[in-house]
């Protein structure tokens, strides 16, 4: 009897939200984010027909967890000098533990926020916590999500993503302020079609 084909496909990316643990997979027409507490599981999808934006945004968390780990590892290991061969033990094994929790959040890297935009919703996607494992999704999607919508060129890709904060269509520049004398009001005038100040 053939095996059956899976249907869905692990995404990198694994975080965990008050007392969730969050994963992405990817269908064979849309996301599925997938939340379990352990006693329950609650989905997401977001069909790559709808996506509009994916955006990161890099956070301090990983510097505020670096100074965490940091303090307690030195904290512990300090007065281990002064203490006899017993207690030293335990003191350093602590320090240890801190030291280890240092190194391992230092070499997963800088930590993000990862956000999902549709014409409907804005979502976090609690699973990427991580600058590399969003780039790493992104590589993974990216191809897929084009071949539903197809690609932009570069020009009309910057060019929405300036007027992302307007009220503006998509198919309007947003005005811009042209350069004037120094003392001059400013003149709100839209932009020629080069995409340049006037």
Same mark, same amino acid.
């Given at each position: ?52 934006? $994916? ?5 301090? +968390? ?5 100074? *965490?780990? /940091?303090?307690?590892?030195? %904290? ?54 991580? $600058? ?5 999704? +992104? ?5 897929? *999500?084009? /071949?539903?919508?197809?690609? %932009? ?46």
């Amino acid at each position: 009897m053939a095996r059956s084909q899976k249907v869905y496909r692990r995404l990198p990316g694994r975080g965990f939200a008050v007392s969730q643990r969050v994963q992405i997979y990817q269908g064979p027409d849309h996301l599925l984010q997938v939340s379990s507490t352990g006693y329950s599981e609650s989905y997401r999808r977001f069909y790559f027909r709808d996506i509009q934006a $994916i955006t990161v945004q890099k956070t301090q +968390l990983g510097k505020v967890l670096n100074g *965490i780990f /940091g303090f307690f590892a030195v %904290l512990f290991g300090l007065p281990a000098f002064d203490m006899s061969i017993g207690p030293a033990i335990a003191m350093w094994s602590v320090s240890g533990f801190f030291a280890l929790l240092l190194i391992s959040n230092v070499t997963l890297g800088p930590t993000c926020a990862c956000y999902i935009r549709t014409a409907v919703q804005t979502e976090r996607l609690g699973a990427v916590t991580r $600058i590399r494992t969003a780039r790493r999704l +992104l590589r993974r999607i990216r191809p897929l *999500i084009e /071949g539903v919508q197809g690609s %932009l060129p570069r020009e009309e890709l910057a060019l929405r993503m300036r007027g992302a904060g307007s009220s503006a269509p998509y198919g309007e520049a947003p005005p811009v302020v042209a350069a004037q004398p120094a003392g001059a009001p400013p003149v709100i005038t839209p932009e020629n079609s080069s995409g340049q100040l006037p």
